[in-house]
């Protein structure tokens, strides 16, 4: 069941105003020499603001690459991606990277975070290639950790922190430019049972804070946290799920 959205897109339309995410009929393709890989089929999805949804599906489903386009990583072969309003299937490089850095905030299975640097600054190195003031650069990162509920770890280093925390400055990274949405690839794949669940703590309160979030994951227990659930299966959607109120 997918949740009505008052109407059908067609090829020509633009999103409705409150669709933060939306594919249609989008389709990608691999060419690996003497066979092609048709990693999406015609994947129709609407994301509205404010939503949290998981992306599920086993491994070849699709679901990876469908992050890569969402993010901006990757271009369709066919079909349209708008984001935020914005027609960005069809973008060069250099105008997807600029999309990319000011409206995505990536989280990765693997944190990535600088061991040689502090929470603080590993959460200001968005804005310091965004050419911000180092004051104005503190304060956002500061803020973004607070949200993060790491107000009290700001000058600690990588290696004196849980993984839990080294997952936390990695989300702080991913607000500070203030993202429309927050994409997180697998984000408690090196975590525990434990952290895990503290975690997806984390990215409810991000949400019920305002912020839209799509993650992407194999793990049912961890996308039964989202409030709809996606389902590819062979580059189609298999399931589309609100949870019940």
């Known amino acids: 069941m997918r949740p009505p959205l008052g109407q059908q897109f067609r090829t020509g339309d633009t999103p409705l ?7 249609h009929k989008l389709t990608r393709e691999y060419d ?10 015609g994947v129709s999805v609407q994301i509205r603001k404010n939503e949290y949804v998981a992306v599920m599906g086993p491994s ?25 309003g914005q ?3 069809d973008l060069e490089d250099d105008e997807l990277a600029r999309i990319r850095n000011k409206e995505i905030g990536f989280v990765f299975q693997t944190f990535n975070l600088l061991p040689r640097a502090d929470a603080l600054h590993n959460v200001e190195l968005p804005l310091i290639y965004a050419g911000l003031s180092a004051r104005s ?19 600690h280093k990588p290696n004196e922190l849980s993984g839990g925390q080294r997952q936390r400055v990695a ?10 949405i927050l994409l997180a690839d697998e ?4 975590l525990d049972s434990t952290t895990s669940s503290e975690i997806m703590g984390v990215f409810a309160e991000l949400h019920r804070q305002g912020q839209t979030v799509v993650m992407v994951t194999h793990e049912q227990d961890i996308a039964a946290h ?10 189609l959607v298999a399931t589309d799920q609100l949870k019940a109120a």
């Open 17 to 23: 105003p409150d669709v933060i995410i939306l594919t």
């Open 32 to 41: 690996m020499g003497s066979e092609l890989v048709r990693a999406l089929r």
């Open 60 to 84: 070849g489903s699709g679901k990876s690459t469908l992050m890569n386009l969402v993010g901006c990583l990757d271009t369709p072969t066919s079909g349209e991606y708008w984001l935020n």
């Open 87 to 89: 027609k960005v299937s």
């Open 137 to 155: 650069r503190r304060a956002q990162a500061e803020h973004a950790l607070e949200r993060v509920g790491l107000a009290d770890r700001m000058d």
């Open 171 to 180: 989300i702080a990274r991913a607000l500070v430019n203030e993202p429309s």
């Open 187 to 190: 984000p408690t794949g090196n």
């Open 226 to 235: 989202a409030a709809r659930v996606i389902t590819l299966r062979d580059g």
